[in-house]
């Protein structure tokens, strides 16, 4: 579990919107409906979802609990398959030879590359492992503030479409200028203002 990690990266989020009651029962069944998929014999290359801080690879969101306090914790789950570009080569061109040994032709047409391709691709990613990374969130209920333990823009991005498809709730990154916006409580005129700034650029040479 990284939250008993020595060291952290976390990105803080503004979740907005509202959830349909009963909340916890809301909460869960977009938990259970986007699910970590496993992708072990399976062709498909990447897999993302939520799965249990504490047991990453069993999840079970109806019987484990995911709640402490005033706040939620659970883990995105990415895993992906890699194959060396250099095993896809030697199998493609392996399976182009048996191809054209039936024909008599010397080249295959663009489709049937294609094709001989997507087939590789298949039979190797159902025979290679998916590599498994977890990512701890807090869900700040009441406060309506969400910690995520990454910074990977990759990880992030996966987040914020799997919450928006989960709950039907938006999440917002807190960096200096939305925490300006949303959590320093300025007046609305300078909200406008604020609105308006767009970035300067800064000499850092001397000038006499």
């Not at 986007?34 to 062709?43: K, L, M, Q, S, Y």
């Not at 869900?139 to 989960?166: I, Q, V």
Request: aromatic fraction near 10%.
């Amino acid at each position: 579990m990284q939250l008993l990690s020595s060291t952290l990266s976390l990105t803080r989020y503004r979740v907005n919107g509202t959830l349909a009651e009963p909340v916890m029962d809301t909460i869960r069944e977009g938990l259970k409906n986007h699910v970590i998929r496993e992708i072990d014999n399976d062709p498909a290359s990447k897999s993302v979802g939520w799965t249990t801080s504490d047991k990453p690879f069993t999840p079970d969101f109806e019987a484990d609990s995911f709640v402490f306090g005033t706040s939620l914790v659970f883990s995105l789950r990415i895993d992906k398959k890699s194959i060396p570009a250099k095993i896809v080569n030697k199998h493609y061109q392996t399976a182009m030879r048996k191809r054209l040994a039936g024909t008599d032709r010397e080249h295959l047409s663009k489709n049937e590359k294609r094709e001989i391709k997507d087939d590789v691709l298949h039979r190797l990613y159902v025979r290679i492992p998916a590599t498994p990374s977890m990512y701890d969130l807090v869900w700040h209920m009441e406060a309506g503030d969400l910690w995520f333990l990454s910074n990977r823009k990759e990880a992030n991005e996966e987040l914020e479409t799997l919450f928006s498809k989960s709950f039907k709730l938006s999440i917002v990154r807190i960096f200096p200028y939305t925490a300006a916006q949303l959590l320093s409580g300025l007046a609305d005129e300078k909200i406008d203002a604020l609105h308006k700034a767009f970035p300067a650029a800064f000499d850092g040479g001397a000038h006499a």
